[in-house]
């Protein structure tokens, strides 16, 4: 590696981490294509300031992953980043990340703080932690990644703005995306195995959704806490429910809003007596909520996260 000006640069190669990569502030990490990134158990990567590029093409994808294929490591915290990116990527085996040094846990593998990332033509296989991937208080562009086997969320946006294309999520513990406070436009994504919900809008989100498939999940679409959604031209494949609108936290007020436009027939519908919902412009009229179901759900998670293993 070498250091030109305020970035710091790792050539073609590969690289052991025994222990973890704190930059300056404002210093940022430039990855080039073909790099592997091979990090101990405790290692991590923390940015603040700066941006995190990683250059990867499709024949020479950068990989970041364990050194030891038994072992996870503790994933990449950038926070006050104008412009990350990170291309043909693939990450493998990430834990919360965990940092001794800087005092600082989080519940996600992969954490952006207040930044501006992008993030394209990349994989994300085998995640211990809350959410694979977790974006507070940012705005990003997310196109053509693939998420396998995360032991709870996949993508959890705080109060996050920003576009996604081309997402696919298999195997996936908690949610495909979950949003609280954010704005998104979801287009082309398929989703298949996940264990809550793939889409989950919650705490006056808004998300416009097209062309997007749904199968084997609990719920398809869950619309939660005075949130909004509009869709076009979904699919849903042997859901619990295919889609649900209900209120979660009593303090929302605001009513959730659900306007389906779906080629699927004789939807999965949960929904409760305030919600107002569309499917192919007719209003559903249903209300078989119940609280305690979501109240149930909500508990086996939490153990489920209790049992992963953290050193």
Not at 42 to 70: A, W
């Amino acid at each position: 590696k070498y250091v030109k000006g305020k970035n710091v640069i790792l050539e073609t190669g590969t690289y052991f981490f025994n222990e973890p990569l704190i930059l300056p502030n404002d210093y940022s990490l430039i990855v080039e294509k073909g790099t592997k990134l091979l990090f101990a158990k405790d290692s991590y990567i923390y940015i603040d300031g700066g941006n995190i590029q990683i250059n990867g093409t499709r024949l020479e994808p950068v990989l970041l992953i364990p050194k030891n294929n038994y072992n996870s490591w503790k994933g990449l915290h950038v926070k006050n980043s104008k412009k990350s990116i990170i291309s043909h990527a693939h990450f493998q085996k990430l834990n919360y990340f965990y940092s001794k040094e800087l005092f600082i846990f989080l519940t996600g593998g992969i954490n952006f703080y207040e930044s501006q990332v992008q993030i394209t033509n990349s994989q994300f296989t085998h995640s211990l932690c809350e959410d694979f991937i977790n974006l507070i208080n940012s705005k990003f562009v997310i196109n053509n990644i693939s998420i396998k086997n995360s032991h709870s969320d996949a993508i959890d946006l705080d109060y996050s703005n920003g576009n996604f294309n081309d997402i696919s999520f298999y195997n996936i513990g908690g949610d495909a995306v979950d949003t609280s406070g954010s704005k998104t436009v979801i287009r082309n994504m398929n989703t298949l195995k996940v264990s809550d919900k793939s889409i989950s809008l919650g705490e006056n989100s808004d998300s416009y959704v097209e062309n997007s498939r749904f199968s084997e999940s609990k719920f398809g679409i869950a619309v939660k806490d005075g949130s909004k959604l509009r869709s076009k031209n979904l699919e849903f494949f042997n859901n619990t429910y295919d889609v649900a609108s209900y209120k979660k936290k009593s303090f929302y007020s605001d009513t959730n809003e659900m306007y389906i436009e779906t080629t699927s027939k004789n939807l999965k519908i949960y929904k409760d007596n305030l919600s107002k919902m569309f499917v192919n412009q007719k209003l559903i009229n249903i209300n078989n909520f119940k609280k305690s179901d979501i109240e149930w759900l909500k508990l086996i998670k939490e153990l489920k996260l209790n049992m992963i293993y953290f050193p």
